[in-house]
């Protein structure tokens, strides 16, 4: 079982667990970050002369603004979501922590220069696959690639600051950093060392 698929399931799911215990520690105990929805409607407040936050003129004068109000005819932020954002707060993002810890453990664990065989992608219309043709893919880059996506998804929702997701992945590394040196010192087994290559693109050895 040591180092075999059940192993490297149990570990990943246990940094999902940490990763987001350290996630709403970060957002109730330290930060209290606003979500975008939020802050647009204090944006809106201030823009209708309702209540003056203090919001600086960059943010007013924003051409977004303008160009949001003449669609929708409000201030107040459109979002995907028709019951709003989450009620709790916006930094950093869960699901960019959780992807960002469990990431970190499957390329602890698995080889992320192995290059992927015979890769497809869809066609145009979604309706087929064809070959990929294009630089290699490697198992590390389609895994940094699956966090970010991850993350950036909820940018794009408008519920999350592009902050949230990008300080939110190297949190979750962080805390699967951790649980690696954890288990490390624990293993009965010689161990040899984790490597792998981190969102800022540095070797990390543990």
Known sequence: ?????????????????????????QKWGVHRRLRPEAFSGRVHQQMTGAKDYGIHPEVLSSTALSRSFSRFGTYLQSQAYPEG???????????????????????????????LNDPVVPTADGLALVPYAGPALTIGHELDKLASNISIGRNIAG???????????????????????DYRSTRAEPLGAFRFTGFDGQSVVV
Not at 90 to 110: D, E, N, Q, R, W
Not at 159 to 181: P, Y
Request: hydrophobic share 40%; proline share 4%; with cysteine.
């Open 1 to 25: 079982m040591n180092l075999g698929g059940p192993e490297v399931l149990d570990m990943v799911t246990k940094a999902g667990n940490c990763g987001l215990k350290a996630a709403w520690y």
């Open 85 to 115: 954002s989450p009620t709790h707060c916006s930094y950093p993002a869960g699901h960019a922590v959780m992807a960002g810890a469990c990431v970190t453990i499957l390329k602890a664990y698995f080889d992320t220069d192995y290059v």
């Open 159 to 181: 519920v999350h600051w592009r902050t949230d997701g990008e300080e939110g992945m190297r949190l979750g590394e962080q805390v699967a950093i951790g649980m690696l040196q």
